[in-house]
């Protein structure tokens, strides 16, 4: 409860700033020029970089938003061009790829192939699951309408995760036209008249907040954030300090979220309070602090009383005819991260976060955390993805324990490093990436004590300006208990454009998945690979009819001759995609 | 490799040790940065100062032509985006110096102006080392030094660049140029005198290409001072621009 007083009265403060900024005189800018990007499934996406200052500018170059603690929203760039007069403004992302997941019949009947094609069955296609890799997307779409002055913006987002012209009308089964997701005013008012060197902003809707990504204009090799992103509607105001050329920023925000009322979820309307506080030394080491907070109070909700249901309803208030009422929920983040530019030595970045679950089951998805959708968004949550085994039916899904969690890349340019001497204006650049999770659970003794690693490398060649040859390597080890379930992946590509940093790209990908036991014994096997707490439906890799989806719809690929119930996930698969941004 | 190999990297006795490296690390980085105002870097072997031929303008002659000397014969002029902002004097005329040099003098360089609130902004006034515009020889030099201020109202942020056969258009290298390496300057109101070895100067990340990992200073092309703070007034003075560090 004082949580929420404190709230409501910091959040009152920063109502009342939008008044002085439209008195305020002068230019101000429209939040920021950051470009929008890629993603996967379940309404979220990442961002590339955005247009570099046009190179006959001859200038100055855009002050550009960094990093680490930074990554307070980037929704294209301004709403207007011009000073002072209203304007439209319109960006957007795409992500079209055509996927070919190649697999094998163990017996084929009479007039069958022995090689399958389908859609993708890997495991880490689905972007809620800790196995989840760039490495296996699905289409991406989202555009954002803006409308705004120097001072006020609005923007509207629209966005989908499939596209149904080549696919199939998806707009109940997975809600996969997402639509209009956010929509927001921001506010960033002119305070040169009150005070130097400080800068504010405040923000009211529906938006997000990203912290704690890996990448400098995006979520990085994972797409993931290790502190979180906010999926709420709420407010949040900023202040940047600067002493010459360094900065110092704090950030505060409330929000809610409210959860799907599908019969299969546990959660509860979810309530956030998130600060932040950082320093930015001259955009060579910027650094935060961060602390989020979200929690439910609600009343409880009506709930199948189907005895054989009551396990995934933990929100549930009656066992039979005895009422148990559930604990209110929270969800919590602690974490900092680390962000040094080393010039031609490159940049690196280090986060870590503690995630405390309490009865986080009910929590929804108002922080996304290091790949999981809040304490219990569906089997998505921290509380599917971490703190019980999938299969493993002696957790109690409850919600219970806490996880560290480490993430760390590091970005260079060997032609900058080695020279334009040697390279000309040929690039190659890389990446090394990790994350690492160690997780005590009070739901699950089997997942008590587990470890999770993921480390991996890339590396992309461009020797003309329109083409370029990269290789990704992955290595995932889901369970430090259970080698069975490790697995690598290998991607080479293929990479077309029109010039350097240019908005779209075409790529052909190929990849090879190397498992360390492929093939389960059942379903319910934990010594082998691994399929996601909430596997795609209709046709992901481990989605059953009526287990894992409606059992309204087909299950995914399965062969009848085959031990467990299950296709093999697929070793190989080929993917054409195009990108672009605007 | 192992998730024991990390937890034994990540153990109590160790995580002390990675703690330490990375706070030694990021100091290390602080202690790296240049400040350009020190006058310990006047006695430093890239700012002590040069002889007379080192000097690069400082606006005496009242022209809008570099000094004439040591190879060097460019000329000076202003730019500024097209999405509103307001510079003088005026890009594309002449260049006439300004009455109210550095240390009394007589005339400095300066420009004044409005920048506009579009998502890029720029305005800039620049020194060409050569005429017509080619690369100049500044090998036998390590550093840049001139004094500076701003006026009474002026956005205080001003970065100095030097465009070289890497970042300029006119190098016939770059693929995506003008990424040109520089530092981030803060002004005050008063004259302040400016050391900038050529090791300090950065290009702005992510973006340019190629990327070199330092200046190229057998073959610049040209000095420039610019803004690029939204929405924010400038009034830029600079004066007594000359190389430093040479043998």
């Given at each position: 409860?004082?949580?929420?007083?404190?709230?409501?009265?910091?959040?009152?403060?920063?109502?009342?700033?939008?008044?002085?900024?439209?008195?305020?005189?002068?230019?101000?800018?429209?939040?920021?020029?950051?470009?929008?990007?890629?993603?996967?499934?379940?309404?979220?996406?990442?961002?590339?970089?955005?247009?570099?200052?046009?190179?006959?500018?001859?200038?100055?170059?855009?002050?550009?938003?960094?990093a680490?603690?930074?990554?307070?929203?980037?929704?294209?760039?301004?709403?207007?061009?011009?000073?002072?007069?209203?304007?439209?403004?319109?960006?957007?992302?795409?992500?079209?790829?055509?996927?070919?997941?190649?697999?094998?019949?163990?017996?084929?009947?009479?007039?069958?192939?022995?090689?399958?094609?389908?859609?993708?069955?890997?495991?880490?296609?689905?972007?809620?699951?800790?196995?989840?890799?760039?490495?296996?997307?699905?289409?991406?779409?989202?555009?954002?309408?803006?409308?705004?002055?120097?001072?006020?913006?609005?923007?509207?987002?629209?966005?989908?995760?499939?596209?149904?012209?080549?696919?199939?009308?998806?707009?109940?089964?997975?809600?996969?036209?997402?639509?209009?997701?956010?929509?927001?005013?921001?506010?960033?008012?002119?305070?040169?008249?009150?005070?130097?060197?400080?800068?504010?902003?405040?923000?009211?809707?529906?938006?997000?907040?990203?912290?704690g990504g890996a990448g400098k204009?995006d979520a990085g090799a994972y797409d993931a954030?290790i502190?979180?992103?906010?999926?709420?509607?709420?407010?949040?105001?900023?202040?940047?300090?600067?002493?010459?050329?360094?900065?110092?920023?704090?950030?505060?925000?409330?929000?809610?979220?409210?959860?799907?009322?599908?019969?299969?979820?546990?959660?509860?309307?979810?309530?956030?309070?998130?600060?932040?506080?950082?320093?930015?030394?001259?955009?060579?080491?910027?650094?935060?602090?961060?602390?989020?907070?979200?929690?439910?109070?609600?009343?409880?909700?009506?709930?199948?009383?189907?005895?054989?249901?009551?396990?995934?309803?933990?929100?549930?208030?009656?066992?039979?005819?005895?009422?148990?009422?559930?604990?209110?929920?929270?969800?919590?983040?602690?974490?900092?991260d680390?962000r040094l530019?080393?010039?031609?030595?490159g940049e690196f970045f280090v986060g870590?976060?503690?995630?405390?679950?309490?009865?986080?089951?009910?929590?929804?998805?108002?922080?996304?955390?290091?790949?999981?959708?809040?304490?219990?968004?569906?089997?998505?949550?921290?509380?599917?993805?971490?703190?019980?085994?999938?299969?493993?039916?002696?957790?109690?899904?409850?919600?219970?324990?806490?996880?560290?969690?480490v993430l760390a890349q590091y970005d260079f340019?060997?032609?900058?490093?080695?020279?334009?001497?040697?390279?000309?204006?040929?690039?190659?650049?890389g990446s090394l990436f990790a994350m690492?999770?160690?997780?005590?659970?009070?739901?699950?003794?089997?997942?008590?004590?587990?470890?999770?690693?993921?480390f991996g490398a890339d590396?992309?060649?461009?020797?003309?300006?329109?083409?370029?040859?990269?290789?990704?390597?992955?290595?995932?080890?889901?369970?430090?208990?259970?080698?069975?379930?490790?697995?690598?992946?290998?991607?080479?590509?293929?990479?077309?454009?029109?010039?350097?940093?240019?908005?779209?790209?075409?790529?052909?990908?190929?990849?090879?998945?190397?498992?360390?036991?492929?093939?389960?014994?059942?379903?319910?096997?934990?010594?082998?690979?691994?399929?996601?707490?909430?596997?795609?439906?209709?046709?992901?890799?481990?989605?059953?009819?009526?287990?894992?989806?409606?059992?309204?719809?087909?299950?995914?690929?399965?062969?009848?001759?085959?031990?467990?119930?299950?296709?093999?996930?697929?070793?190989?698969?080929?993917?054409?995609?195009?990108?672009?941004?605007? | 490799?192992?998730?024991?190999?990390?937890?034994?990297?990540?153990?109590?006795?160790?995580?002390?040790?990675?703690?330490?490296?990375?706070?030694?690390?990021?100091?290390?980085?602080?202690?790296?940065?240049?400040?350009?105002?020190?006058?310990?870097?006047?006695?430093?072997?890239?700012?002590?100062?040069?002889?007379?031929?080192?000097?690069?303008?400082?606006?005496?002659?009242?022209?809008?032509?570099?000094?004439?000397?040591?190879?060097?014969?460019?000329?000076?002029?202003?730019?500024?985006?097209?999405?509103?902002?307001?510079?003088?004097?005026?890009?594309?005329?002449?260049?006439?110096?300004?009455?109210?040099?550095?240390?009394?003098?007589?005339?400095?360089?300066?420009?004044?102006?409005?920048?506009?609130?579009?998502?890029?902004?720029?305005?800039?006034?620049?020194?060409?080392?050569?005429?017509?515009?080619?690369?100049?020889?500044?090998?036998?030099?390590?550093?840049?030094?001139?004094?500076?201020?701003?006026?009474?109202?002026?956005?205080?942020?001003?970065?100095?660049?030097?465009?070289?056969?890497?970042?300029?258009?006119?190098?016939?290298?770059?693929?995506?140029?003008?990424?040109?390496?520089?530092?981030?300057?803060?002004?005050?109101?008063?004259?302040?005198?400016?050391?900038?070895?050529?090791?300090?100067?950065?290009?702005?990340?992510?973006?340019?290409?190629?990327?070199?990992?330092?200046?190229?200073?057998?073959?610049?092309?040209?000095?420039?001072?610019?803004?690029?703070?939204?929405?924010?007034?400038?009034?830029?003075?600079?004066?007594?621009?000359?190389?430093?560090?040479?043998?």
């Amino acid at each position: 409860m004082r949580t929420v007083v404190l709230s409501m009265l910091v959040g009152g403060l920063t109502l009342a700033m939008p008044v002085s900024a439209q008195q305020a005189s002068g230019g101000v800018t429209l939040s920021e020029s950051e470009g929008s990007g890629a993603t996967p499934v379940v309404q979220v996406k990442s961002e590339v970089p955005s247009a570099p200052p046009p190179a006959s500018a001859a200038g100055t170059g855009a002050t550009r938003a960094s990093a680490a603690g930074s990554t307070y929203g980037r929704y294209g760039g301004a709403a207007t061009a011009s000073e002072g007069e209203w304007g439209f403004r319109y960006n957007g992302y795409f992500r079209a790829p055509m996927n070919l997941g190649f697999n094998e019949r163990i017996r084929p009947f009479v007039g069958q192939s022995k090689t399958t094609i389908s859609n993708l069955q890997v495991p880490g296609r689905e972007f809620y699951s800790w196995q989840s890799t760039p490495n296996s997307q699905g289409p991406w779409t989202e555009l954002f309408f803006g409308y705004g002055n120097g001072t006020v913006e609005s923007k509207i987002a629209i966005q989908a995760f499939n596209l149904t012209d080549p696919s199939f009308n998806d707009t109940d089964e997975q809600g996969a036209q997402i639509g209009i997701s956010q929509a927001f005013i921001s506010v960033t008012p002119d305070l040169s008249d009150l005070v130097d060197d400080v800068r504010a902003n405040v923000r009211i809707g529906a938006f997000w907040n990203q912290y704690g990504g890996a990448g400098k204009y995006d979520a990085g090799a994972y797409d993931a954030y290790i502190i979180g992103r906010t999926h709420i509607i709420g407010g949040t105001y900023r202040l940047d300090f600067d002493i010459d050329s360094d900065t110092i920023w704090v950030e505060h925000g409330v929000g809610t979220k409210q959860p799907s009322p599908a019969v299969s979820q546990n959660t509860k309307y979810t309530l956030l309070h998130h600060a932040h506080a950082g320093v930015n030394l001259d955009n060579s080491i910027l650094f935060g602090l961060h602390y989020m907070h979200s929690w439910t109070q609600e009343q409880d909700h009506q709930c199948v009383t189907d005895p054989d249901a009551d396990a995934l309803l933990g929100a549930c208030p009656w066992v039979g005819t005895v009422r148990e009422d559930p604990n209110d929920g929270r969800l919590d983040v602690y974490g900092a991260d680390l962000r040094l530019n080393m010039d031609a030595f490159g940049e690196f970045f280090v986060g870590y976060s503690l995630v405390w679950a309490e009865y986080a089951s009910t929590v929804d998805a108002a922080i996304e955390v290091a790949h999981a959708g809040g304490g219990g968004f569906f089997t998505s949550g921290v509380t599917g993805v971490y703190l019980n085994e999938r299969g493993n039916n002696a957790g109690d899904l409850q919600g219970n324990g806490h996880i560290h969690n480490v993430l760390a890349q590091y970005d260079f340019s060997l032609s900058t490093l080695i020279g334009p001497d040697v390279f000309g204006t040929s690039t190659l650049d890389g990446s090394l990436f990790a994350m690492f999770n160690a997780v005590t659970s009070e739901d699950d003794a089997q997942a008590d004590g587990v470890k999770k690693l993921k480390f991996g490398a890339d590396l992309e060649f461009s020797p003309l300006s329109w083409f370029a040859v990269g290789f990704r390597a992955d290595h995932l080890r889901p369970n430090s208990r259970i080698s069975e379930q490790t697995f690598s992946i290998l991607s080479p590509r293929l990479v077309f454009r029109t010039e350097y940093g240019s908005h779209e790209e075409i790529s052909l990908i190929y990849h090879r998945y190397i498992y360390a036991q492929r093939e389960c014994r059942t379903s319910q096997d934990l010594y082998c690979a691994q399929m996601a707490n909430g596997p795609n439906f209709p046709d992901g890799f481990g989605a059953f009819a009526g287990v894992t989806q409606p059992v309204n719809t087909r299950g995914g690929p399965l062969d009848p001759e085959a031990q467990g119930l299950y296709m093999p996930p697929q070793e190989n698969t080929l993917t054409l995609q195009a990108t672009i941004w605007w | 490799m192992k998730a024991t190999v990390w937890m034994r990297a990540l153990a109590p006795g160790r995580a002390s040790v990675l703690r330490a490296a990375v706070v030694m690390f990021g100091l290390a980085l602080v202690a790296c940065r240049v400040n350009p105002t020190s006058p310990d870097l006047e006695s430093s072997a890239e700012g002590k100062a040069c002889p007379p031929e080192a000097k690069i303008e400082d606006g005496e002659d009242g022209n809008n032509q570099v000094l004439v000397q040591d190879g060097r014969s460019g000329y000076i002029y202003t730019f500024a985006d097209a999405e509103g902002t307001t510079i003088e004097p005026a890009g594309g005329g002449v260049f006439n110096m300004t009455a109210g040099g550095a240390n009394g003098s007589q005339y400095a360089l300066h420009m004044g102006g409005q920048l506009a609130s579009s998502s890029v902004v720029y305005a800039a006034m620049g020194l060409n080392f050569a005429d017509p515009k080619g690369p100049y020889d500044a090998s036998k030099y390590k550093g840049i030094s001139f004094y500076a201020k701003k006026g009474p109202g002026s956005t205080s942020k001003v970065r100095i660049k030097m465009a070289d056969k890497y970042t300029d258009p006119d190098g016939g290298v770059c693929g995506a140029c003008s990424n040109d390496f520089g530092m981030q300057l803060s002004l005050s109101e008063e004259w302040q005198k400016f050391i900038v070895p050529f090791g300090a100067l950065r290009q702005e990340s992510g973006w340019g290409n190629p990327r070199p990992r330092s200046v190229a200073p057998e073959a610049v092309f040209s000095i420039q001072f610019a803004v690029n703070d939204k929405g924010k007034a400038f009034d830029v003075w600079v004066d007594d621009l000359a190389f430093t560090g040479c043998p």
